[in-house]
């Protein structure tokens, strides 16, 4: 099955600058990377996706890069600000059977100093 | 439009009690999976269901028991809870494969085994 790793697992950044979380996935079929946000206590939530046949989707001061060849993909936050303050999970389309499901990441804690 | 629910949202069990967690979707929804998430860690996936009367194993299975008699509703089944299942349950749903549409999380179940 598919295995993604993320990394760091905590991220501590000045309010304003920018931040960058990695995942690395294992399963070469995998052609869909969703980023969830996560605040404490509540439920995971949508904030970008991309799928395999882009390397580069923005949405505002959010923007995400995929690298298909290295099997890695990347979160980027600009002008972070305090509430981005979140954990943030990456995820990879895993393929069985006959429905698809998300493997996830770790998470990373990303705290926003002011 | 009330989304993802999930009932209940705390419960504290014994060791070898039995429960269920509901989880109702009112997107019309053909996908239904459910997750675990531990302290610190990703979501696991435990079960998916890709229509009414379809289920099919996640990658923590072990323990669970899931049903999906009708469209809207996808409940999880612990027979002889353990400790190993203290954990936070979430419920999602996508109107497709995650790998085509955006999957939604119910506002999760946090679940001690004591």
């Known amino acids: 099955g598919e295995n993604v790793e993320q990394h760091p697992s905590t991220l501590s950044v000045q309010e304003g600058d920018s931040a960058v979380i990695k995942c690395t996935y294992s399963d070469s079929a995998s052609n869909y990377f969703p980023w969830y946000k996560q605040e404490l206590g509540k439920r995971p939530q949508l904030i970008i996706d991309i799928r395999s046949n882009v390397g580069e989707k923005k949405d505002q001061r959010i923007a995400v890069t995929l690298n298909k060849t290295a099997k890695h993909f990347s979160l980027h936050i600009t002008e972070t600000q305090p509430e981005d303050s979140a954990v943030y999970f990456c995820?990879?389309?895993?393929?069985?059977?006959?429905?698809?499901?998300?493997?996830f990441g770790k998470g990373t804690h990303l705290i926003i100093q002011p | 439009n009330a989304g993802v629910t999930q009932t209940p949202k705390f419960r504290i069990l014994k060791i070898g009690q039995s429960m269920t967690l509901q989880c109702a979707q009112d997107m019309n929804h053909n996908y239904m999976y459910w997750y675990r998430q531990d302290p610190g860690m990703g979501l696991k996936l435990i079960y998916y269901?890709?229509?009414?009367?379809?289920?099919d194993k996640g990658e923590v299975p072990n323990g669970y028991n899931v049903s999906r008699s009708t469209t809207e509703d996808f409940p999880l089944r612990l027979e002889l809870a353990a400790p190993s299942q203290t954990s936070v349950y979430f419920c999602?749903?996508?109107?497709?494969?995650?790998?085509?549409?955006?999957?939604?999380f119910g506002q999760g179940t946090r679940l001690t085994v004591v």
């Open positions: 999602a749903s996508s109107y497709s494969a995650v790998g085509n549409t955006e999957a939604f």
């Open positions: 995820a990879a389309m895993y393929s069985g059977g006959g429905a698809d499901g998300l493997t």
């Open positions: 269901s890709v229509g009414a009367g379809i289920t």
